[in-house]
């Protein structure tokens, strides 16, 4: 396994993982973090197994490598302590409060289903106005983006959130492998199939890629500023409103409102009403309970009674209300049933009142009794209003299901009695019947036989889950029960308001399942009077979210998307907490801007409690600039999972390019959703190398001669190819960066080429060029002779306000993450003041460390600054050539003087100056300024006289070649001095023209302790 280390103990990623053999935590500590003893206060802790292993077990605590180890920081740990943990705090700190903003943006949420991350590609963005990235090298980049991305749910898997992308790489042709192409930190080929790419090289045919479409995403439509995904259309939800009557009579197609009568004037009654939002083509719910007999066969419910109503057939999808529980299943079986065939003789048993009842209304004061019939007693419950004789007798009939007998009000007496021959001949047994109903002496009628006949047989279905031949449906008690059956949804849509009537007709799933339709073959409600119906509707007052133009002015479409996602899932859950069917539809009308609406409806079901979207797609019938607006016509349930969002909008531009000529581009399909984690970081990156015509890709000189052929200097290729040859090539330095700022400017990226190969670029009469600081031999000599006037010295003495340490930060390119090289001399491992140097280009520690080891070099040992001015002889040198100044002031041991006679021979070469030499100096060196500005290295002189000497004869020297009787050219400068004091040794700063035509000049001592650390490796924080 692997010891992994996390930024805090919030959900995420580790920032660090490393393998490790079998050892103890000390012994894994000792090895990988620099400074780390054992006994001090630590920073971190560790969990094995999720089990806390404290400081002082460390010692004693193995693990092995199937060992599940994980690294967290103590928050509240010693700053002082915080070296100890090297390998953690490497995370730069504006890396982890990234990382913590990151994760805090998630955080309140909470949800039991799986959530879709709706934008996956966070770090890639669009930069208007920017310049096009141009990458050197090798680098990490995040591609930016060339049309806005388009995220769409999938058909199949409504939890399949995709979204697809087209990306500028950078511009010119570059190298990219698949293992270079990531999502955070996970290579593409990870995902499998959940990420598609395709590379296309500068100026391909993309005229054929669907992700390089233009869509425009309305900005008006998407996330809100209280962090939901899109706008809620809770807000123009109807809300829910039911009629106001005592009982309702079903009846055909009508529904009767049964009470005090209508008053089509005042708005305000209390009595019975319709509610006034009730129009014409609304759509109502309605739950009309009858009485059943249920019993239990071969393990499932079969269900008893009369079925005219339902118009059942096998398949049919329907939804069954029992005891406030709502089920959305399917008849699995219909058995029609058949009717008695009557026998000879008998007599009927009954019960029969002697008196007319002497009240309909039980609301105030409930009765019951009971019916035994056959052994099977019936409690007869009565409650409510029941208005008038043929309304009792219906609920008592209705508690009398299956027991095959009735109630009914002939003659205004009420009276119970067999159904139908053949008899049975038993006699009906009652408790005490109540006066009011029976009199004070109901008649009983004992049943008498009859012979032969067949009993009435009930039509009966039985039920399933998901289809007719699902999981059985059971549960249901034996016995009387009171059920509501409908189809599925129990909706049914007006047709007309008559006073307290109401006209509908049934509506059923259409079948795209998308919308609904009359159904022609429903017969209409068996004719009943109920107390328990419950009739709702929609209080409707049309609150629509929009409109919203789905494109910009100027700009017009025929293609029109949008994205509406489910955030909590869909799903009804009944009272215990079980999923059942959900259904919620929404209305969607669009117009040209000023003309009439059209409308489309869409409806969406499911029972997933898991974050679910859907992207509807509308085909406009003409180009135009269109408005839309949605809302929604399903009542918003506090029981319900199904809080829908309008989640995004987008127009298909008809203008997009068919090419982008000089640039790589890249266009991507993502798919997130429960593939990546929430706290995974989605944002696509790439490892591109830049391919150079004619030079090695990452080379300093390709970035250089790539760089300046867009120009139209002059380019010193020569010197830049021997830098190449000779430095760069063989130790290994090369230029990876990525341009893409418009603070920066061309002779900034130069400098940084210049910068990372050690160097420094500079123009010179026009010539573009790069020069290698470093050790290096003499280029000249400017000696009193060429001065217009004095040389002037500053000195910078030592102070604390000097940094005395620098940390270099630089991109690894390992890691691609900002890391920092602590460059520090061994003398003086704590600085007092240490400078923070940003170094572009470079990729690894050890280079990093050696540049910034430099500057430390040239803090510590660079105090001395040279100026003076020359005619026009400073125009010898560029900047950064190493030349020695000298001056003539008493006591500094050199004289400067023209080279007056020459004589040479294949051996020595005699000069003659114009003035007395000082043969007393220690060790007498001489320095030549030959004609053309060069210097020669110090030679030994031989004394001939005072005014004469020789020296060797030398390629360096080429006597042959002086013009010493010219008068268009000065002779040569001999500088006479001690081997002590050779002048001062300087490097050019800066030479500026003036417009007396003198040159300024400006000097940086130069000592080779600067470049002492050329060929270091690093060797790790020292503090």
Known sequence: MTIRIYPSRLPGEPLETHHHKSLTIHQWMSENVTGYRFGEKQRVSFEVAGKHIAESE??????????????????????????????VVSIASAAYSIYMMTQMKGMGSTSTGDQLDLN???????????????????????????????????????????????????????????????????????????????????????????????????????????????????????????????????SGNNITLVGETSDDDDDTNDGSSVPDSWKVGADI????????????????????????????????????????????????????????????????????????????????????????????????????????????????TDQLTGSGLFASGDNTLLSIKEKNSPYSGNSIGHTVLPSSLFGSAPVIVAGVASSGGTPEVLPSITLAYDSATGTPFSGVPVGVIRLSLGAQGNQYRITAIDGLTISVERLISSSDGDSSEIDTNWPGFTERTLLDSNVTGDNDDYNWMGPFLCCPDGETTSMVEMNFVFTSGLAHLNKKGKKKWKTVELAIQYRLSGGDWTEVRKSYGGKTLNEIG????????????????????????????????????????????????????????????????????RRINVVATRLYDGYPSRSISGALNHLLSTTDAQVDTAAINALEASYWTPRKETFDYSADSDSSSMLDILQKIATAGMGYFHLSDGLATVGREGVKNWSGVITPQETTEELTTAFKAPSSDDYDGVDVTYINSTTWAEETVQCRTSDNPTPNKVESYKLDGVVTEDRAYRIGMRRLMKYIYQRCTYSTSTELDALCYRYGDRVVVTDDIPGSNTISCLVVGMQYTDSLVTIETPERLDWSFTNPRVLFRLQDGSATGLLTPTRVDDFTFTVPNSANLSPELWEMDSGSIEPPRVMFCSSESAGYDTLISEISPDADGTCQVTALSYDPKFYQHDDDTYPGNVS
Not at 334 to 349: L, R, T
């Open 58 to 87: 460390w010692k004693d605590t193995k693990v092995h490598p199937q060992d599940d180890v994980s690294v967290y920081p103590i928050p509240y740990a010693d700053p002082a302590t915080w070296a100890v943990i090297a390998i």
């Open 120 to 250: 996956p590609a966070k770090a890639n963005s669009a930069k208007l106005g920017d310049p096009i990235r141009e990458i050197f090298g090798k680098y990490r980049v995040y591609p930016d983006y060339l049309v806005q991305p388009v995220s769409r749910f999938d058909g199949s898997d409504r939890q399949i959130y995709r979204t697809q992308m087209f990306l500028s790489l950078g511009v010119g042709n570059l190298q990219i492998s698949q293992s270079d192409i990531k999502i955070g930190n996970t290579p593409v080929s990870s995902f499998g199939d959940d990420v598609s790419y395709v590379i296309y090289p500068p100026g391909a045919d993309i005229s054929g890629e669907s992700r390089a479409d233009n869509w425009y995403n309305s900005t008006e439509v998407g996330g809100t500023t209280s962090g939901t995904a899109g706008l809620d259309l809770a807000s123009t939800g109807p809300s829910s409103v039911s009629i106001n009557s005592d009982a309702v009579v079903f």
């Open 285 to 396: 719910n309605v739950e009309a309970p009858d009485t059943f007999t249920a019993a239990t066969e071969g393990g499932r419910s079969v269900i008893y009674g009369d079925f005219t109503e339902l118009a059942p057939y096998v398949g049919m999808p329907i939804t069954a209300v029992w005891n406030d529980y709502s089920y959305d299943i399917y008849i699995s079986s219909f058995n029609k049933g058949s009717a008695a065939i009557p026998g000879q003789g008998g007599n009927a048993a009954s019960i029969t009142a002697n008196a007319a009842p002497t009240t309909y209304d039980f609301s105030s004061q409930a009765v019951s009794f009971t019916i035994t019939w056959i052994g099977v007693s019936y409690v007869i419950s009565l409650t409510a209003n029941y208005v008038t004789m043929q309304g009792l007798a219906d609920e008592i």
């Open 614 to 681: 859907y992207t509807e797609v509308f085909n406009l019938p003409t180009k135009g600039q269109y408005e839309f607006r949605v809302r929604r016509i399903t009542e918003v349930d506090s029981s319900d999972r199904d809080s829908i969002q309008w989640q995004a909008m987008r127009a298909k531009l008809t203008a997009r390019p068919n090419s982008y000529a000089d640039i790589t581009t890249m266009a991507v399909t993502v798919r997130t959703g429960t593939r990546l984690a929430a706290q995974s970081d």
